[in-house]
């Protein structure tokens, strides 16, 4: 299980300013989204450190709070309340963004994407168009499934096969274009490209005559991918080279502006 929710609570419990029992509980609940988001007491304990009787009295809080269910079978998943806490975040982040995505446009021309993986489908949360005539536009919020974008195969590079499986067995493959990826077999080999080339493409698989260029931004505290899309006349293999060294360095700078802490208060 990742331990990067656990290091930052060490972290922030050893600047003694913090409340220790919001800390704890913001790390389980850290912990129950990176186990898929329903656990036991026991896993819980178990990956924590924490005594039972502790996480028993939190997880009481967090469900009397909405955060956190407990299901019939006594595991407990994560709760509705956290959603809307989840949208906000998910628009900010967008917000957030933007400058970034403004500034792939003016060094490229072409439209910048913002996307997260929400469940099983991509969803749009920023976006800026390009100054073309001829330009993609795709909506802030739309949602699509992830074997036909250029920032669906970024986001699930680093996925582990089974996973991915799994996930395309709930969604279905259906082809948008004559080039989409229909079978898992392909869908697993295009993300090894991925993991290869370090980005990810999208040729005429979403829609016939767009192409368009995706990286993930590393270390995002939510998967994240940002992408260029326009005409497949211009975004060539020829622009790739260009383009693509660009998108890597804008998701690395993005990736430190979203790490780096806020005023203190």
Request: aromatic fraction near 4%; glycine fraction near 8%.
């Amino acid at each position: 299980m990742p331990t990067s929710s656990a290091s930052t609570t060490d972290s922030a419990r050893s600047n003694g300013g913090g409340v220790q029992s919001l800390e704890r509980a913001f790390d389980l609940l850290e912990r129950m989204a990176d186990a898929g988001g329903e656990v036991g007491l026991s896993e819980l304990s178990a990956s924590s450190g924490l005594p039972l009787p502790t996480i028993h009295r939190l997880m009481r809080t967090l469900v009397a709070c909405g955060y956190v269910r407990q299901q019939p079978n006594r595991r407990y998943a994560l709760g509705p309340r956290l959603i809307r806490l989840g949208e906000s975040a998910s628009r900010l982040l967008g917000t957030w963004a933007r400058p970034y995505l403004a500034r792939l446009v003016e060094e490229t021309g072409e439209t910048a994407n913002m996307a997260l993986l929400d469940g099983d489908e991509i969803v749009y949360v920023a976006q800026v168009p390009s100054k073309h005539s001829m330009r993609m536009f795709t909506e802030v919020g739309r949602r699509v499934l992830p074997h036909s974008t250029g920032v669906g195969k970024a986001l699930l590079a680093n996925t582990p096969d089974d996973e991915v499986r799994a996930l395309l067995r709930r969604t279905g493959m259906p082809a948008a274009t004559e080039k989409t990826i229909t079978t898992a077999e392909g869908f697993l080999a295009a993300l090894e490209d991925v993991r290869r080339a370090g980005y990810a493409v999208d040729d005429n698989e979403q829609e016939i005559g767009v192409r368009c260029l995706a990286v993930s931004v590393p270390d995002s505290p939510t998967a994240a991918a940002i992408s260029i899309s326009g005409p497949a006349g211009r975004v060539t293999e020829a622009a790739t080279d260009t383009i693509v060294p660009l998108l890597q360095q804008v998701a690395a700078e993005l990736s430190q502006a979203l790490a780096s802490s806020g005023p203190a208060v």
